[in-house]
């Protein structure tokens, strides 16, 4: 398997640093308001890495962050005269709830800035002790220069930062700091009011990067496998984390950097973004779309390329899963002919599909190619169960596998079993029987009935076949 690890830009053999176990930390969001659609790409990217990941056989320990105090939520907070923890809560229930209708794997743990401030005040500690942090009138700045390595991540030097720093520091910042291009550990009390922690260099709050330094490390380690996060984040915030990290440590922080692609939209395929007001809230869109079709669609693009976002390519996707859908069912309902044959053509193609679908994902998560080995299976085996006789063995294996690979983008057809199925299927022999008969008011008067109940009947060569609309 190999991965694109964005600080060499060149895809690795992945071998993680224990042999069968995968450590993976990926940044969540900042929790002042619903995430859209481009924040809902990097959560869907790294699930699919994840479960793949988990599919080839690796025990993967998955952390994800929640954001839960900064100067948006503060100011939002404010706005709704309410409290930081309130806003927080009532965002990280609303993100739990919209990753959960896109079947997102819960990770297995969600840490909190705010449940750390201990853990990140003592990290603040021992990187002043050891020089590459110092304060300035209760706040607390990590000097960038000392770090060796600072600007490999994003590629840039020293001057090239420096240059860009101090056009966005006030002249107040300016002043505290040594250097333009020095960062914020911790930062201090502005207002009376302002939610903040005692530290020893008096109240205040943590810096954006320090947090995510703090929480990978305690509950995954000094050193681990994947750090994932959008294209967005490699600088500062990545950039920053590692300087932050192997000051401290004296360790590399992490092997294999994870960047996900943007969410465009529109003809001139603008990112997604609030600052750009120009986004679409998962919780408003799946007050309209079957969140399974959105999470396969936002699946279906490897996880560096840009996803332009379009009502289009949601429809397709809908066409593409319902074919998906029928397929399963149909040979589902094959499964229960009463003989069976040996096709070496489809056996073949099983085999060849498996291969080349983990060719594909092996080749840094080729979702693309993956799926386009599923899609020619399909008709593969459509073409198949148009024979009077099926290879039953083998359309069991087709059903196992393809819900093991579509349960990888997040996709699960099954459906729960409901307590009139008996009644349906009495209803169906009755019809079988009347057309038998050639009783064709009954026949269609059972018809009729069962399409009021919302099902939809399928005559075929191998029988009738029912399914709910």
């Not at 990590?142 to 930062?161: P, T």
């Not at 596998?401 to 299927?425: A, P, R, Y």
């Amino acid at each position: 398997m190999k991965v694109f690890n964005t600080l060499t830009r060149k895809k690795e053999e992945f071998k993680p640093l224990i042999a069968g176990k995968v450590s993976m930390y990926v940044c969540g969001p900042t929790v002042y308001n619903y995430i859209h659609i481009g924040n809902a790409r990097s959560v869907i990217a790294f699930d699919t890495i994840r479960r793949y990941l988990e599919y080839r056989g690796y025990d993967v320990n998955y952390v994800s962050n929640f954001t839960d105090v900064d100067d948006k939520m503060i100011n939002e907070a404010k706005k709704e005269n309410i409290t930081v923890p309130e806003l927080a809560q009532r965002y990280i229930d609303a993100y739990l709830e919209d990753t959960s209708a896109l079947n997102i794997e819960p990770a297995n743990l969600h840490p909190r800035a705010t449940h750390e401030i201990k853990d990140i005040i003592a990290f603040v500690e021992d990187l002043i002790d050891k020089g590459y942090a110092y304060e300035v009138d209760g706040d607390v700045y990590y000097r960038a220069k000392k770090f060796a390595n600072y600007g490999q991540l994003s590629d840039q030097n020293i001057a090239q930062l420096e240059e860009g720093a101090s056009e966005h520091i006030n002249a107040a910042e300016q002043d505290k700091k040594e250097d333009p291009i020095d960062f914020a550990l911790w930062k201090s009390q502005k207002e009376p009011d302002e939610i903040a922690w005692q530290s020893p260099w008096g109240m205040g709050r943590p810096g954006w990067h320090i947090e995510c330094s703090v929480m990978s490390t305690k509950y995954l380690g000094d050193s681990i496998d994947i750090h994932g996060g959008g294209q967005d984040l490699e600088f500062p915030h990545h950039e920053n984390e590692i300087a932050q990290s192997e000051a401290k440590t004296g360790q590399k922080f992490v092997k294999y950097w994870l960047h996900n692609g943007f969410v465009t939209v529109g003809k001139k395929q603008e990112k997604m973004s609030k600052s750009l007001h120009n986004f679409v809230t998962v919780h408003d869109i799946l007050q309209k779309v079957d969140p399974q079709v959105l999470r396969f669609y936002m699946s279906s693009v490897q996880y560096r390329r840009p996803i332009n976002y379009s009502e289009d390519g949601l429809k397709q996707a809908a066409t593409v899963l319902e074919r998906y859908k029928n397929v399963l069912r149909n040979s589902q309902s094959r499964l229960n002919d009463k003989t069976s044959i040996v096709d070496e053509d489809l056996r073949s193609a099983l085999l060849a599909a498996k291969e080349e679908f983990t060719r594909a994902m092996d080749d840094d998560f080729n979702v693309q190619n993956a799926l386009s080995v599923m899609y020619d299976l399909v008709s593969k085996v459509n073409s198949h169960l148009s024979q009077a006789q099926v290879d039953k063995e083998s359309l069991n294996e087709f059903v196992a596998t393809f819900k093991q690979w579509l349960l990888i983008f997040g996709v699960s057809f099954q459906t729960k079993v409901n307590s009139d199925d008996d009644q349906i299927n009495q209803m169906v022999d009755q019809r079988n029987q009347a057309r038998k008969d050639k009783d064709w008011a009954t026949s269609d008067r059972l018809r009729d009935e069962l399409k009021a109940m919302g099902i939809i009947l399928e005559d075929t060569a191998q029988g009738t076949r029912w399914h709910r609309a």
